[in-house]
């Protein structure tokens, strides 16, 4: 490629900026059109994760302790081939002179590897043991709690949290997207968003198209995100059963996947919601309460957000709309 | 010490590596040139000192040898060392100059020893930074770190870089090679730096293989540097080699200065998508070398930049690879980063720099 005749146009910074706004809209378009459909996408990065170490993809100490075993012999018998025609020669001549020597040498460095393994392999009994001991008093993680009737594309809170995402600075992430719906609606408004959710038989269900549902839960998928890669979060139905724990985890994941000047949508129900007759069964099954719309707007300008709660119609549910600090120009920045 | 203590006789400047092949080592250089014309006696300090500098370096044990009263210590930050420990013992007004270093967790399921070492590294700040009297970023995003580690008087000074090394004349060989290559058609892409897996050139690559399947199908990458990380570097072979772009993506390791010259000059784009900067120094040399940068808008990316790149808010390959089909066809676009990059390039090269830096040390340790 060759710079020739280059036409400097006359406002070069907003010439840069317009410029953003229309490769946002090509990819847009790109993926609208099934040009590199997610799924591909989706491909690449489970491809990368397959070569990383076992400790990288997650794995547990049993699969690297199975690489430690495997590790453990070194062949002294070193190979000969070569692509020169006395190279083989010299080398097995070599290799004859000196295989006591490297023999002996290896056998040490095999045994020592083999010590290793053994106390590697008491380590994962032991671990085990513990493990099942923890299992027993373990506060299990929050599953998914819809009320039909205030969720869905008909629901009062759609329109704000479509609105407060509208101009995010990456792409939308809706947490437990059942079919879909808030996704479509965020395509349609002119949004780039996807959305996961671990419940397997809606996300199969839905016909795909150029829609990017993966089936995934919350915390799985935000580690496997990289730090400032998503525009927006919204949650709904997530948050409301969390114990503490898990919600602290949860919002330092958000946190620093967010891109600064990203947003972050939760709905939640009420108390009054959770505790009715009618409520979900997973409702009494859940480890913790839903917080007041108050906690949540405390709870994330601690954390650097700028955060508003609407309640609605019959304080039934919320939705709280929190916009992530941005860094500001650094030393010097250039006036326009 | 303040002004009203006198002026100090000497600021050394202490470092864990001095290497004239990174960014900190020739920071450290420049700065202490700065130092001496300023008339301070200024001698560099280090663990570790690369045998091309070792006539410009002495040991860190050794400062006793070359010690006065009311002595001020520079301390270039980076990564953890025996230094650390050393300053905090001998209790010399500190300056701590921050370079940033990358969180441990970005090294995890990698590099156990890089994961202690920047661990190390936290724990060392935290140490110096409530110490020091003053605490020098190199930008914004880490000042923010500076100040959240206990440093209460800080400023935010660009790092000092001879970006002229990429402008210089380059290595006639190398640069043969990456023409021939050029002349078989498609673009070439950039990216210059350590091969670890908070440079994310991972990602580089899936955008590549993007760019190549919507766009450019000859199109090539090329990753200029060392690595830290061996893990990191066979999981990155191993990845190109799966979606056999084995022949597009060349990983030449590092480069003498004529070498990198000579990349540059070739590059059409620089592209970088690091989760984590300080700083970004090759995002600048890029600029004076005149090629137009895209690069996603991690750590102090941005502020480097300063609307000088583009600045990708993601780093999807989908939303890479468009980027880069409008920067290697659009010739109003290339013609307006070069130019808004080669003013930025400048402004960050001027000796203003370096003289700010004298100047905010000169500040509270006395004139």
Known sequence: ?336 | MNAAAGRPVAVHQFIATLNPHDATGAHTLLLRDALRAAGWRSEIFAEAIHDDLASLAYKHWMYPEHATEGDVAVYQFTTSSAVAGYLAERGVPLVLDFHNFTAPGSFEGWEPASVERATKAAEELALLAPRAVLGLAKSRFSEEELRRAGCRRTAVLPVLADYGRVTAAPDTRVAAELDRLGAEGGADILFVGRIVPSKAQHELVKALWAYRRLYDPLARLHLVGGTASFEYLKALEDFVADLGLAEAVRLPGEVSDAALAAHYAAADVFLSLSEHEGFGVPLVEAMAAGVPVIARGAGAVAETAAGAALILAAGDPSYVAAALQRVCTDDALRAALTAVGTARATELASGLAASRTVEAIAEVVGR
């Not at chain 1, 392999?121 to 493990?131: A, F």
């Not at chain 1, 879909?180 to 395509?187: D, S, T």
């Not at chain 1, 990017?212 to 525009?231: K, P, Q």
């Open chain 1, 1 to 336: 490629m060759e710079d020739s005749e280059l036409t400097m146009p006359e406002d070069p910074q907003a010439y840069v900026d317009q410029v953003m706004a229309e490769i946002a809209e090509e990819v847009r378009l790109r993926r609208s059109s099934g040009d590199l459909p997610p799924k591909l996408e989706r491909e690449l990065d489970e491809l990368f994760l397959a070569h990383s170490p076992v400790a990288g993809r997650g794995g547990d100490l049993g699969d690297a302790l199975r690489m430690v075993d495997a590790a453990t012999f070194i062949d002294p018998v070193v190979p000969v081939e070569s692509e020169k025609a006395a190279g083989a020669f010299v080398k097995k001549g070599m290799r004859s002179m000196m295989l006591w020597y490297v023999g002996w040498v290896t056998h040490q460095m095999s045994q020592s590897a083999s010590a290793v393994s053994r106390a590697l392999h008491i380590v994962d009994q032991r671990l085990l043991e513990l493990e099942r001991q923890v299992e027993v008093q373990r506060v299990p993680g929050a599953g998914i709690v819809e009320f039909p009737e205030l969720d869905g594309a008909d629901a009062w809170w759609v329109e704000p949290a479509v609105a407060a995402v509208a101009k995010a600075p990456g792409r939308v992430l809706h947490a437990a997207c059942g079919d879909g719906w808030l996704v479509r609606r965020i395509v349609a408004a002119g949004g780039d968003a996807y959305g996961i959710d671990p419940r397997a038989h809606l996300v199969q269900a839905v016909e795909l198209g150029t829609l990017d549902l993966r089936e995934e839960g919350l915390a799985e998928h935000l580690r496997a995100v990289a730090a400032a890669g998503l525009g927006a979060v919204v949650l709904s139905g997530v948050v409301e059963g969390m114990a503490s724990g898990e919600r602290a985890q949860l919002l330092s994941a958000i946190e620093t996947r967010l891109a600064p000047g990203g947003t972050l949508v939760v709905h939640s129900v009420s108390r009054d919601s959770w505790e009715s007759a009618d409520a979900p069964p997973e409702a009494d099954l859940a480890p913790g309460r839903p917080l007041r719309p108050e906690a949540w707007c405390r709870l994330l300008e601690q954390s650097g957000y700028e955060a508003v709660a609407q309640v609605g119609r019959g304080g039934a549910d919320y939705v709280v709309t929190a916009v992530r600090d941005t860094i500001t120009a650094p030393y010097a920045p250039r006036q326009r």
